[in-house]
C-alpha cells in the first residue's frame, strides 16, 4: 500500500509471497507527528502474520554497523530512536540497509545487545564505491 498525498514513491510496503516488505524513508521526517510514522502504524495494523508471516524492513540508512565512516549519522540515529521500540513490539523479523558500501549481518539486535526474537539487522550496500582501506 502507498500513503495518500504523492508519497507513495517514497515509502510503501507490499506483499510478496510468504512476506509484508515495508520500505522507508531514511531522509523524510519520522517522528511520531511525521505522515511516515503515521502511515507506518497503519500499515502495520494491516498485516496478516497468517498470510505473511515474515515481516521485513528496508530503509536506505542502517541503524546497526561498524562502519566508521557512516556511524552514528542523524538519519540512522533519529530513525532508531523513533521506531526501534515499534519494530521490536511488532516483531519485525529482517531490516535491510543499504548507504555502508559493504555488506554486514548482526544477530539479533535490540538496544544495542543481542536479543532473542528482535530483528536480524543486514546491510547490503556493497555494490559501487569502495569505502575503507584498499
Avoid at 508519497?7 to 507527528?33: K, R
Avoid at 554497523?65 to 540512522?76: A, L, R
Amino acid at each position: 500500500t502507498a500513503p495518500e498525498g504523492g508519497n507513495g514513491a517514497l515509502y510503501y510496503s507490499f506483499d510478496v509471497a510468504s512476506a509484508h516488505v515495508i520500505q522507508l524513508n531514511s531522509y523524510m521526517p519520522f517522528n511520531e507527528t511525521s505522515e511516515q510514522y503515521k502511515w507506518l502504524m497503519e500499515d502495520f495494523k494491516k498485516v496478516d502474520r497468517a498470510k505473511t508471516p515474515w515481516l521485513i524492513v528496508n530503509m536506505h540508512a542502517p541503524w546497526y554497523n561498524s562502519n566508521q565512516h557512516h556511524h552514528n549519522e542523524p538519519e540512522e540515529t533519529g530513525m532508531k530512536a523513533a521506531l526501534e521500540a515499534t519494530f521490536h513490539a511488532q516483531n519485525v523479523d529482517v531490516i535491510f540497509a543499504g548507504h555502508v558500501h559493504a555488506y554486514e549481518r548482526m544477530y539479533p539486535t535490540y538496544k544495542n545487545k543481542t536479543a532473542t526474537g528482535a530483528p536480524t539487522y543486514i546491510n547490503i550496500g556493497d555494490g559501487g564505491n569502495r569505502e575503507g582501506p584498499c
